[in-house]
């Protein structure tokens, strides 16, 4: 099963117009709940807080840039680093691609770039950027459609009770 990430929509693993995703880019960000466990005098054990929130985390990727030119290799290090946003506090969309056609998206910022790497005689640059994402979660961009029974008794909506977060973006119709 392959990963693939994109910035903004633009695939990070291009070989043949020279970008690269490399090892050291992360499989996922980590999860990182916020556990809540309140201890009570007199009272064996903790009586914990269920349905914690996520907390905010990061997510590393490893990118090099190839170009037997030093014009196209600048030209390309310049798009890369306007993909991140820099110079505003405008989110990025960040894009999982999986194998079997699963695609995740969250929004994130750009914490920070390494200096890059660079490698005169090859035509490479090498750099790891490392983003904030501030919901600390990944939400599955392909629209649910429920069919529900009206009027009628009470309805499981499958995909609201799998969520391991709040539907920010409902729409019901």
């Not at 907390?55 to 030119?69: M, Q």
């Not at 030209?75 to 999986?98: A, D, E, F, M």
């Not at 035509?123 to 429920?146: A, C, K, Q, Y």
Request: with cysteine.
């Amino acid at each position: 099963m392959a990963i693939g990430y994109t910035l903004e929509g633009f695939n990070l693993h291009q070989p043949d117009i020279g970008f690269r995703l490399l090892e050291g880019t992360e499989f996922a960000s980590t999860i990182a709940p916020r556990r809540v466990n309140i201890s009570v005098p007199n009272m064996h054990g903790e009586v914990p807080m269920w349905n914690d929130p996520l907390d905010t985390t990061t997510l590393a990727l490893r990118v090099r840039i190839s170009d037997p030119s030093p014009e196209g290799l600048q030209q390309k290090w310049h798009y890369l680093r306007s993909l991140c946003r820099t110079g505003s506090n405008n989110p990025v969309t960040i894009r999982r691609l999986s194998g079997d056609n699963e695609v995740t998206s969250t929004f994130a910022q750009l914490q920070s770039m390494d200096t890059p790497d660079f490698y005169c005689a090859a035509g490479m640059v090498t750099t790891t950027m490392l983003f904030h994402i501030p919901s600390g979660r990944w939400e599955d961009i392909n629209d649910e459609i429920v069919q529900l029974a009206i009027p009628g008794a009470d309805q499981e909506v499958p995909f609201a009770s799998e969520s391991s977060g709040p539907i920010t973006n409902l729409l019901v119709q």
